[in-house]
T-cell receptor, first 112, second 116 residues
Framework: AQSVSQHNHHVILSEAASLELGCNYS??????LFWYVQYPGQHLQLLLK??????LVKGIKGFEAEFIKSKFSFNLRKPSVQWSDTAEYFC??????????FGGGTRLMVKP | EPEVTQTPSHQVTQMGQEVILRCVPI?????FYWYRQILGQKVEFLVS????????KSEIFDDQFSVERPDGSNFTLKIRSTKLEDSAMYFC??????????????FGEGSRLTVL
């Protein structure tokens, strides 16, 4: 079955630490990949997306993600996190049609 | 900035009752979606809607669920006879283009449904 896996359920970092959140998808064919973020009390919003082309994708707020086809991965990175990055992060994929498949989410807490 | 709005933000209902969750998508968007998230679980796709009909639905979206776009602005999810396991956060989303194309989904803040 087509799925998206996020390995880290909870991550706690201090400010200025580097961040990498893992995401793996299951499908070997064409896939569109996304990272969404949900700040406390707010709606899901798009951080970045990959459809094709340069596998290193830059998003908003200094986030980036790298699509590695051989590893079926699309990890999210940020070189230096801030307290305001505290949120839940969701990796998602569209394999076909109009259905977005989400990973289980990673709760990030950044300590000031 | 245009946004997707959902009402109510929280609804408590008795098992077996009908519930209607309302959404106002972004005005020029063409594709509409419902997702849900049961507490502690993944966000799950329910249904997508385009050109006044369901374009795709998941196994979760059984006969007790229905969607409607009754006018030019609202997009509703109806649960005919609620069950305890329907308790979840329901997210509405809209996009200008289809998700498989270049479409970015814009989500509402969610409606929390609690079935007692």
């Amino acid at each position: 079955a087509q799925s998206v896996s996020q390995h880290n359920h909870h991550v706690i970092l201090s400010e200025a630490a580097s961040l990498e959140l893992g995401c793996n998808y299951s499908y070997g064919g064409t896939v569109n990949l996304f990272w969404y973020v949900q700040y406390p009390g707010q709606h899901l919003q798009l951080l970045l997306k990959y459809f094709s082309g340069d596998p290193l994708v830059k998003g908003i707020k200094g986030f980036e993600a790298e699509f590695i086809k051989s590893k079926f991965s699309f990890n999210l990175r940020k070189p230096s996190v801030q307290w305001s990055d505290t949120a839940e992060y969701f990796c998602a994929a569209v394999y076909a049609g109009n259905m977005l498949t989400f990973g289980g989410g990673t709760r990030l807490m950044v300590k000031p | 900035e245009p946004e997707v709005t959902q009402t109510p933000s929280h609804q408590v209902t008795q098992m077996g009752q009908e519930v209607i969750l309302r959404c106002v998508p972004i005005s020029n968007h063409l594709y509409f979606y419902w997702y849900r998230q049961i507490l502690g679980q993944k966000v799950e796709f329910l249904v997508s809607f385009y050109n006044n009909e369901i374009s795709e639905k998941s196994e979760i979206f059984d006969d007790q669920f229905s969607v409607e776009r009754p006018d030019g602005s609202n997009f509703t999810l109806k649960i005919r006879s609620t069950k305890l396991e329907d308790s979840a956060m329901y997210f509405c989303a809209s996009s200008l283009y289809g998700q498989a194309g270049t479409g970015e989904l814009f989500f509402g803040e969610g409606s929390r449904l609690t079935v007692l």
